[in-house]
């Protein structure tokens, strides 16, 4: 099975602020990875697609990069609605993996 | 607009079973691959199970294989997830979720609660 340790488990930012969460595949995961938001009590909602595809909807101020086994996720300009938890997934291979999530708070 | 439903969820004695029901709207339904993603209280996802469009191929983790079994009624739009000699364990939020060909889960359900405990 494919490891992702995503890191740091928890994050304290400004409003304004950039962050960068990274996650290390355990193998070349071939930029098949995902990035997801969660907020308490929600479920997940799909932000980046293929390392730095972004979905419909989602502000360009969150983006991702990467390549082989390791792989970023930023937000550019951290607002009050970026609060939540934040996970990677790897979908290149069976069984698909997420990372251990990172936990955006306010500064 | 894209819509899944769970439910079926509740409080349920270790070494039973119980079955998971999702009910999909807003697009159709049979194009799609379709997954369980659980996650238990405060802790992170875990993939539970996919399912080809056609219900012909399955796939499941380790920890789940043998025990549960993802189901699909295209002519109701319906994903199911028969959770069979359930564990302590296996206390999650079950979500049901949309899987894209080539692609990541894309729209997710509201989650539905399984507890088990004696």
């Known amino acids: 099975d494919i490891q992702m340790t995503q890191s740091p488990p928890s994050l304290s930012a400004s409003l304004g602020d950039k962050v960068t969460i990274t996650c290390q595949a355990s193998q070349n995961i071939n930029k098949y990875i995902a990035w997801y938001q969660q907020k308490p009590g929600k479920a997940p909602r799909l932000l980046i697609r293929?390392?730095?595809t972004l979905e419909s909807g989602t502000p360009s101020r969150f983006s991702g990069s990467g390549s082989g086994r390791d792989y970023s996720f930023s937000i550019s300009n951290v607002e009050s609605e970026d609060i939540a938890s934040y996970y990677c997934?790897?979908?290149?291979?069976?069984?698909?993996?997420f990372g251990g999530g990172t936990k955006l708070e306010l500064k | 607009e894209v819509q899944l439903v769970e439910s079926g969820g509740g409080l349920v004695q270790p070494g039973r079973s119980l079955k998971l029901s999702c009910a999909a709207s807003g697009f159709t339904f049979s194009n799609y691959y379709m997954a369980w993603v659980r996650q238990a209280p405060k802790k992170g996802l875990e993939w539970v199970a996919t399912i080809s469009t056609s219900g012909s191929r399955t796939y499941y983790p380790d920890s789940v294989k043998g025990r549960f079994t993802i189901s699909r009624d295209n002519a109701k739009s319906s994903l199911y997830l028969q959770m069979n000699s359930l564990k302590s364990e296996d206390t999650a939020t079950y979500y049901c979720?949309?899987?894209?060909?080539?692609?990541?889960?894309?729209?997710w359900g509201q989650g539905v609660m399984v507890t088990v405990s004696s």
């Open positions: 293929y390392t730095s």
């Open positions: 997934l790897q979908y290149d291979n069976l069984p698909w993996t």
């Open positions: 979720a949309r899987r894209p060909t080539g692609s990541s889960f894309d729209y």
